[in-house]
């Protein structure tokens, strides 16, 4: 069992229909997007309290800019990983035998889009599981110190805020073609 104790009082939401063993492997879809056929798509990741600022991102994604966002809950990253360096492990070992697959490998490869994960712990935290995401993962987080009078300029400052996931997103799916730069530079703007 593992415990995590956060100093932001929020309402935990209920737990989706089905979400058990994701909640236990690690990762599991929170809210898919309004629009689930819209295009253009992005998977957002959050666990704890920045898990309201990745919900936050999916409403201003959609509202702003019509991108389709998924929210995925990651409570572990660490269980993650395990999991997935045990099915590598076991595919180099038994090569002539069907390729196993990590949990995140199997839910990933329903939907293969790119991922912004955002965390209030360091980049690498979420990028534990970077390489086997099929899209690519880019990570947002606390690295270095902060200084500020409040959570909310803590989070603008280390750029792990809804306005800094949207503009990361955003910036993502430019790279793929899919969002004009100038959609990027007006949420910068904005």
Known sequence: Y??????????????????EEGILRGLYKLRSARDPGAAPRIHLFGSGSILNEVLRAQSILA???????DVWSAPSYQQL????LI?????????????RKSHFEKQMEADPRPIVAASDYM?????????????????LGTDGFGRSEAREELRRFFE?????????ALHVLAGRG???VDQVEAAIEE
Do not use: C
Not at 63 to 69: C, D, S
Not at 87 to 99: G, T, V, Y
Not at 161 to 168: K, L, R, S
């Open 63 to 69: 509202e702003r800019f019509r991108v389709a966002a």
């Open 160 to 168: 792990v805020d809804a306005e800094n996931i949207v503009i990361t």
């Open 87 to 99: 099915a590598d492990r076991w595919n180099r070992l038994h090569p002539s035998s069907k390729p």
């Open 81 to 84: 990983r395990r999991d997935a």
């Open 178 to 180: 899919e969002v004009k």
């Open 123 to 139: 980049k690498i935290v979420p990028e534990q599981v970077a390489r086997w995401a099929p899209m690519g993962l880019t990570a």
């Open 2 to 19: 593992y415990i995590t104790v956060m100093n932001e009082p929020y309402t935990q939401p209920a737990m989706p229909e089905g979400a």
